[in-house]
Each structure stands twice: as C-alpha cells, then as structure tokens.
C-alpha cells in the first residue's frame, strides 16, 4: 500500500499569498495517477487537479500541480477568500487507492 | 448534469449492519465504477473499495473485507454499499463517488450519508 504524507499540516497565509502543498508517496507513484481535491466543511470534496497536473473542469487557472514519482505539489497562485479549506492528495496508481492525511488552509 | 444521490442519516446499534444506497444519473452507469470513501469525524478521507457497474467485479480495501458488500442495480443505476458488525468506530460520513472513463479519480460526489453507531 502507498502511504502519502502531506505537508504542512496546517498553512496559515493571507488572500493573495501564494499557497504550496506537498505530497509524498511512499513508492512511485504509477503514471503519475495523483489527484487533488479541496473540501470545505459539510460538503463532499471537490477534484481540482488530476493526473498530477491537468485541472479538473471549471477550476480556476490559479490552482496548478506538478511533480512525479514520489513527490507532488499542489500550487495556489494567489490564494482568495473561498480557497481557505482542506486539500487532500489521492493516488490511484496503485490498489488500494489512498489519501493523504489532509493540509488546512487557514487565514492568518 | 452527473449527480450522485444517496440515501439519508441512519443511527446503528453496535454490531448492526447498514446499508447505503447511491443513485447515479446523467451518464451512462454500466461505463464507471463507482468508489466508496469515508471520513470520520474531523478525520480524513479512507478508501473502502471499488465495484464496476458494468460487471459487478468489487476491489475491497483490506480493512473492510469480510466486512462490506459493494452491489449496484443496473435497472435502477444505484450502487450500494453494505457494512456489518458495526462499532463506534464506523461512526462516519460515507461518500459514493464515481472514478473517471480511464482511472478511478473522482470528478463527481454525492453528497454523503452520515452512519452514527451509538447503544
């Protein structure tokens, strides 16, 4: 099973700062098959990124992600008032598909 | 519109079983799988395991087998999903979620059924 840690845990920024969460994976991550979803509290996640670094239909240019293999970052370029939520990273290169543990994003 | 929509909250006895039904429209069921995933309380998201739509074939994560049943009804375009010997720690919310055309990444939610497991 591949474990992915997320960090920070916790990112304390102000709109209009630029956001940067990380992602590693214990193995390769397969193909690249990374995903990263936002959610907000009392609603499902929401896909953002997908493969790494194709955005996900109707997301804002603002969000980007990168990387390969065991490391992936999910950008925010300049962070706005309903940016501020929890980001979890998902890989589904490998059975059985898992989560990270979740980075919040908090106003500072 | 893809919509996924599941059924309603339910509160369960310890050792009980529920059952979450999640009814898909706007495409074509038999072509995705369909995902489950939890999230306990302030907790994170857990994959539980996959069905395909088309053939009925179920992937379970390990922490779940012996444990759930994935099913869908074609006829109806609902998934469900089944779990028994319930403790407090399936005190959740359970998401449906369907993967992609090549890939089992989620573009489309429904909107989660919260399980309490309380005496």
């Known amino acids: 099973e591949i474990a992915l840690t997320q960090s920070p845990g916790t990112l304390s920024l102000s709109p209009g700062e630029r956001a940067t969460l990380s992602c590693r994976a214990s193995q390769s991550v397969y193909s690249s098959y990374l995903a990263w979803y936002q959610q907000k509290p009392g609603q499902a996640p929401r896909l953002l990124i997908y493969?790494?670094?194709s955005r996900a239909i109707g997301i804002p240019d603002r969000f980007s992600g990168s990387g390969s293999g065991t490391e992936f970052t999910l950008t925010i370029s300049r962070l706005e008032p309903e940016d501020f939520a929890v980001y979890y990273c998902?890989?589904?290169?490998?059975?059985?598909?898992?989560f990270g543990q979740g980075t919040k994003v908090e106003i500072k | 519109q893809v919509q996924m929509v599941q059924s309603g909250a339910e509160v369960k006895q310890p050792g009980a079983s529920v059952k979450v039904s999640c009814k898909a429209s706007g495409y074509t069921f038999t072509t995705y799988g369909i995902s489950w995933v939890r999230q306990a309380p302030g907790q994170g998201l857990e994959w539980m395991g996959w069905?395909?739509?088309?053939?009925?074939?179920?992937n379970y994560a390990q922490n779940f087998q012996g444990r759930v049943t994935m099913t869908t009804d074609t006829s109806t375009n609902t998934a469900y999903m089944e779990l028994r010997s319930l403790t407090s720690d399936d005190t959740a919310v359970y998401y449906c979620?369907?993967?992609?055309?090549?890939?089992?990444?989620?573009?489309?939610w429904g909107q989660g059924t919260l399980v309490t497991v309380s005496s």
């Open positions: 493969d790494a670094s």
């Open positions: 069905i395909s739509a088309d053939t009925g074939n179920t």
């Open positions: 979620a369907r993967g992609s055309y090549y890939a089992e990444y989620f573009p489309h």
């Open positions: 998902q890989q589904y290169g490998s059975s059985p598909w898992t």
